[in-house]
């Protein structure tokens, strides 16, 4: 790879250590992927937060890299393994709480606004058609790259924290035109409605064509929150970066694929029998990814003036912006009188939950992924109304 | 044998060879507190990787491996170089990170299980005896 001056500088160590490290990571990537050079990005998304991934080593790499690096561009985090506030009205143990604020105060440090989420499109980590970004959420990298016609690859921690103290990225994969064309079309010909059912659709396409680039036709409207579901559930099961739908994602189509799958009402009710198992439900999730303002202000209102069972847990998982102004709608108020809780900055793939739980309800194909994997719930995709039932029985 | 490939992180050392044709997730596949690989159905599950010289085609799963390359590391369990066909961005990361020596571009089907190995991972050379 060819490198500025300044970049060269940089890799010797004249900027400091953490940058001479994350110099390194990124020279190797690129080096790896056959990039030409670095270039400028706008914005960053880290992910790698939770203390129950990172442990005391990651947390100790991070301490390292904010004894001197300093972050470029703008860069958020993705969520933490609790709310950073109200973490005890979640049962997060002392021990946990006080290592997730090292975690929390290293990123700081270092010049990362720490508002944890995986949605940052919705709170002004916002990038426009056709900027260069360095994110690592899977479900954003996926929006970002389809729904919002930016260009990212999908970073793992460590080289989105590179990215945002150098400010660059090497110039590989889906920051390309060549590497962003579809290879398959796929024609829906069932209705889709509702973020689970979105998460479905994802899970039927992520099952069926891995991280080939699809051409989706046949959704004739989508609204953000389907959208998020889609992402987030395609993004897990099938590991995709970037998929176009039809007059939702702006990139120029050169060639539409003529291999061409269908996907119809069976494969649909497929992929929401797979997530519905027999079990007793004692845990419910909403807000994967993180709920909207209107996700939060519809589930408020469903919720208002009733009680959910006090025998199952009920969260409601957003970023901490939405939650502030949803506080002061009363929106918040609304959902925890039910006896629900709304938490922020976290989510239930990164909570240390695993063993609190038994049978998992969410809209979130995403959810039960992990849910199931991760967490040995058993798991139940639902509607948010079905969800929302399901807790005041 | 000597065989030439391409430096992926900087180092010298040598050991005995661990080799397997199955890729490796790190995250979920190999436990950081033991080194053990731990993956329901992979050719070296319940095998321990400490102080090996680690030979697998690639790496492969969730990014949070690169933390467990590194965790490993840190405590002294795990591989001590790493030799693989061909580098991907997780492990690539956990080395540097680690600074564990690791060398891609190699034909592992020319070591064997075993055989000791000399690595000088700067060069991109490594010798199998």
């Known amino acids: 790879m060819e490198l500025t001056n300044e970049e060269q500088d940089m890799a010797a160590g004249k900027y400091g250590k953490a940058t001479q490290k994350a110099m390194e990571i990124l020279v190797t990537l690129g080096d790896i992927y056959g990039a030409k050079r670095m270039i400028d990005i706008t914005s960053v998304q880290i992910a790698g937060v939770s203390y129950a991934n990172l442990n005391e080593p990651g947390l100790e790499w991070l301490a390292d890299m904010a004894v001197d690096g300093k972050v470029r561009v703008f860069t958020t985090l993705n969520p933490a393994g609790m709310d950073l506030e109200e973490w005890k009205k979640l049962a997060i143990s002392e021990d946990f709480a006080e290592n997730q604020h090292r ?263 995403k959810m039960c992924y992990y849910g199931s994997g991760r967490n040995k719930f058993s798991v139940k995709l639902m509607s948010v109304d079905e969800c929302i039932e399901e807790a005041l029985k | 044998m000597k065989l030439t490939g391409r430096r992926i992180y900087q180092g010298k050392t040598e050991g005995e060879a661990l080799v397997t044709k199955d890729s490796i997730s790190f995250y979920g596949g190999v436990d950081p507190e033991t080194g053990i690989v731990v993956e329901k159905g992979h050719e070296l599950e319940g095998v321990d990787t400490t102080d090996k010289i680690l030979v697998f085609p690639t790496g492969k799963g969730s990014t949070v491996g690169s933390y467990v390359i590194y965790q490993m590391a840190k405590t002294g369990k795990g591989p001590k170089a790493l030799i693989l066909q061909e580098c991907e961005a997780i492990v690539a990361v956990g080395c540097i990170i680690g600074e564990i020596p690791c060398v891609d571009q190699i034909d592992t089907s020319q070591i064997t299980t075993g055989s000791k190995v000399i690595i000088d991972a700067g060069a991109g050379v490594v010798e199998v005896e």
């Open chain 1, 103 to 365: 975690v929390v105060e290293a990123f700081g440090k270092m010049g990362v606004i720490t508002t944890c989420s995986c949605t940052p499109y919705l709170y002004g980590n916002l990038p426009h058609y056709g900027q260069h970004i360095a994110w690592s959420e899977s479900s954003a990298v996926c929006y970002a790259n389809s729904v919002l016609g930016a260009r990212t690859n999908r970073e793992g921690g460590p080289s989105a924290l590179s990215a945002a103290l150098v400010g660059k990225t090497p110039e590989y994969g889906f920051h390309l035109d060549e590497n962003r064309q579809p290879s398959v079309k796929v024609e829906v010909k069932t209705k889709v409605e509702g973020t689970f059912q979105f998460g479905a659709l994802g899970k039927v396409l992520g099952d069926r064509l891995g991280k080939k680039i699809s051409y989706i036709t046949g959704i004739p409207k989508a609204s953000v929150e389907e959208l998020k579901s889609f992402c987030a559930s395609y993004a897990t099961y099938g590991g995709v970066a970037l998929f176009h739908m039809e007059g939702i994602t702006p990139d120029r189509v050169e060639t539409i694929p003529s291999e061409t799958i269908e996907v119809n009402e069976d494969d649909l009710k497929g992929a929401m029998a797979d997530l519905d198992e027999d079990t007793e439900i004692d845990f419910i999730s909403l807000g994967c990814p993180h709920a909207s303002l209107a996700e939060l202000e519809y589930i408020a209102k469903q919720l208002e003036g009733k009680k959910t069972n006090p025998q199952k847990e009920v969260w409601v998982t957003t970023a901490r912006p939405t939650k502030q102004i949803a506080d002061r709608m009363g929106f918040t108020k609304m959902i925890e009188d039910s006896g629900a809780k709304v938490a922020a900055d976290t989510c239930c793939v990164v909570a240390p939950i695993k063993g609190r739980f038994h049978g998992l309800a969410s809209d979130s194909a």
